[in-house]
Nanobody
Framework: QVQLVESGGGLVQPGGSLRLSCAAS????????MSWYRQRPGKEREFVAF????????TVIDSVKDRFTIARDDFKNTATLQMNSLKFEDTAVYYC???????????WGQGTQVTVSS
């Protein structure tokens, strides 16, 4: 059974940090590019960060550059998103996404809520 399970969300003050984890099972994790998306209140789901198969290339959107870092551990079948210097506008449900390197299959996690509030 394919699963992507996000964890690590919660309530944090502006300027704080959170580390999101995405635990994958039921598929060949190392063959999948991993991404994080988020859906802010009243907005469409948007791309946040990407890490290629093998981990040699990463991309993040400009609004989180120098604050968020994506990583993967192919031994633990886990992708992470380290989020530092959090801002109110980072409040969202964060989703983990897996895309097969050949583009044939895509999986989504159920999401984890991140709330930045004072």
């Amino acid at each position: 059974q394919v699963q992507l399970v996000e964890s690590g969300g919660g309530l944090v003050q502006p300027g704080g940090s959170l580390r999101l984890s995405c635990a994958a099972s039921g598929f060949a994790f190392s063959n999948y590019h991993m991404s994080w998306y988020r859906q802010r209140p009243g907005k469409e789901r948007e791309f946040v960060a990407f890490i290629r198969v093998g981990g040699g290339e990463t991309t993040v959107i400009d609004s989180v550059k120098d604050r968020f870092t994506i990583a993967r551990d192919d031994f633990k079948n886990t992708a992470t998103l380290q989020m530092n210097s959090l801002k109110f506008e980072d409040t969202a449900v964060y989703y983990c996404n897996a895309d097969h390197r050949l583009g044939s299959t895509r999986y989504w996690g159920q999401g984890t809520q991140v709330t930045v509030s004072s």
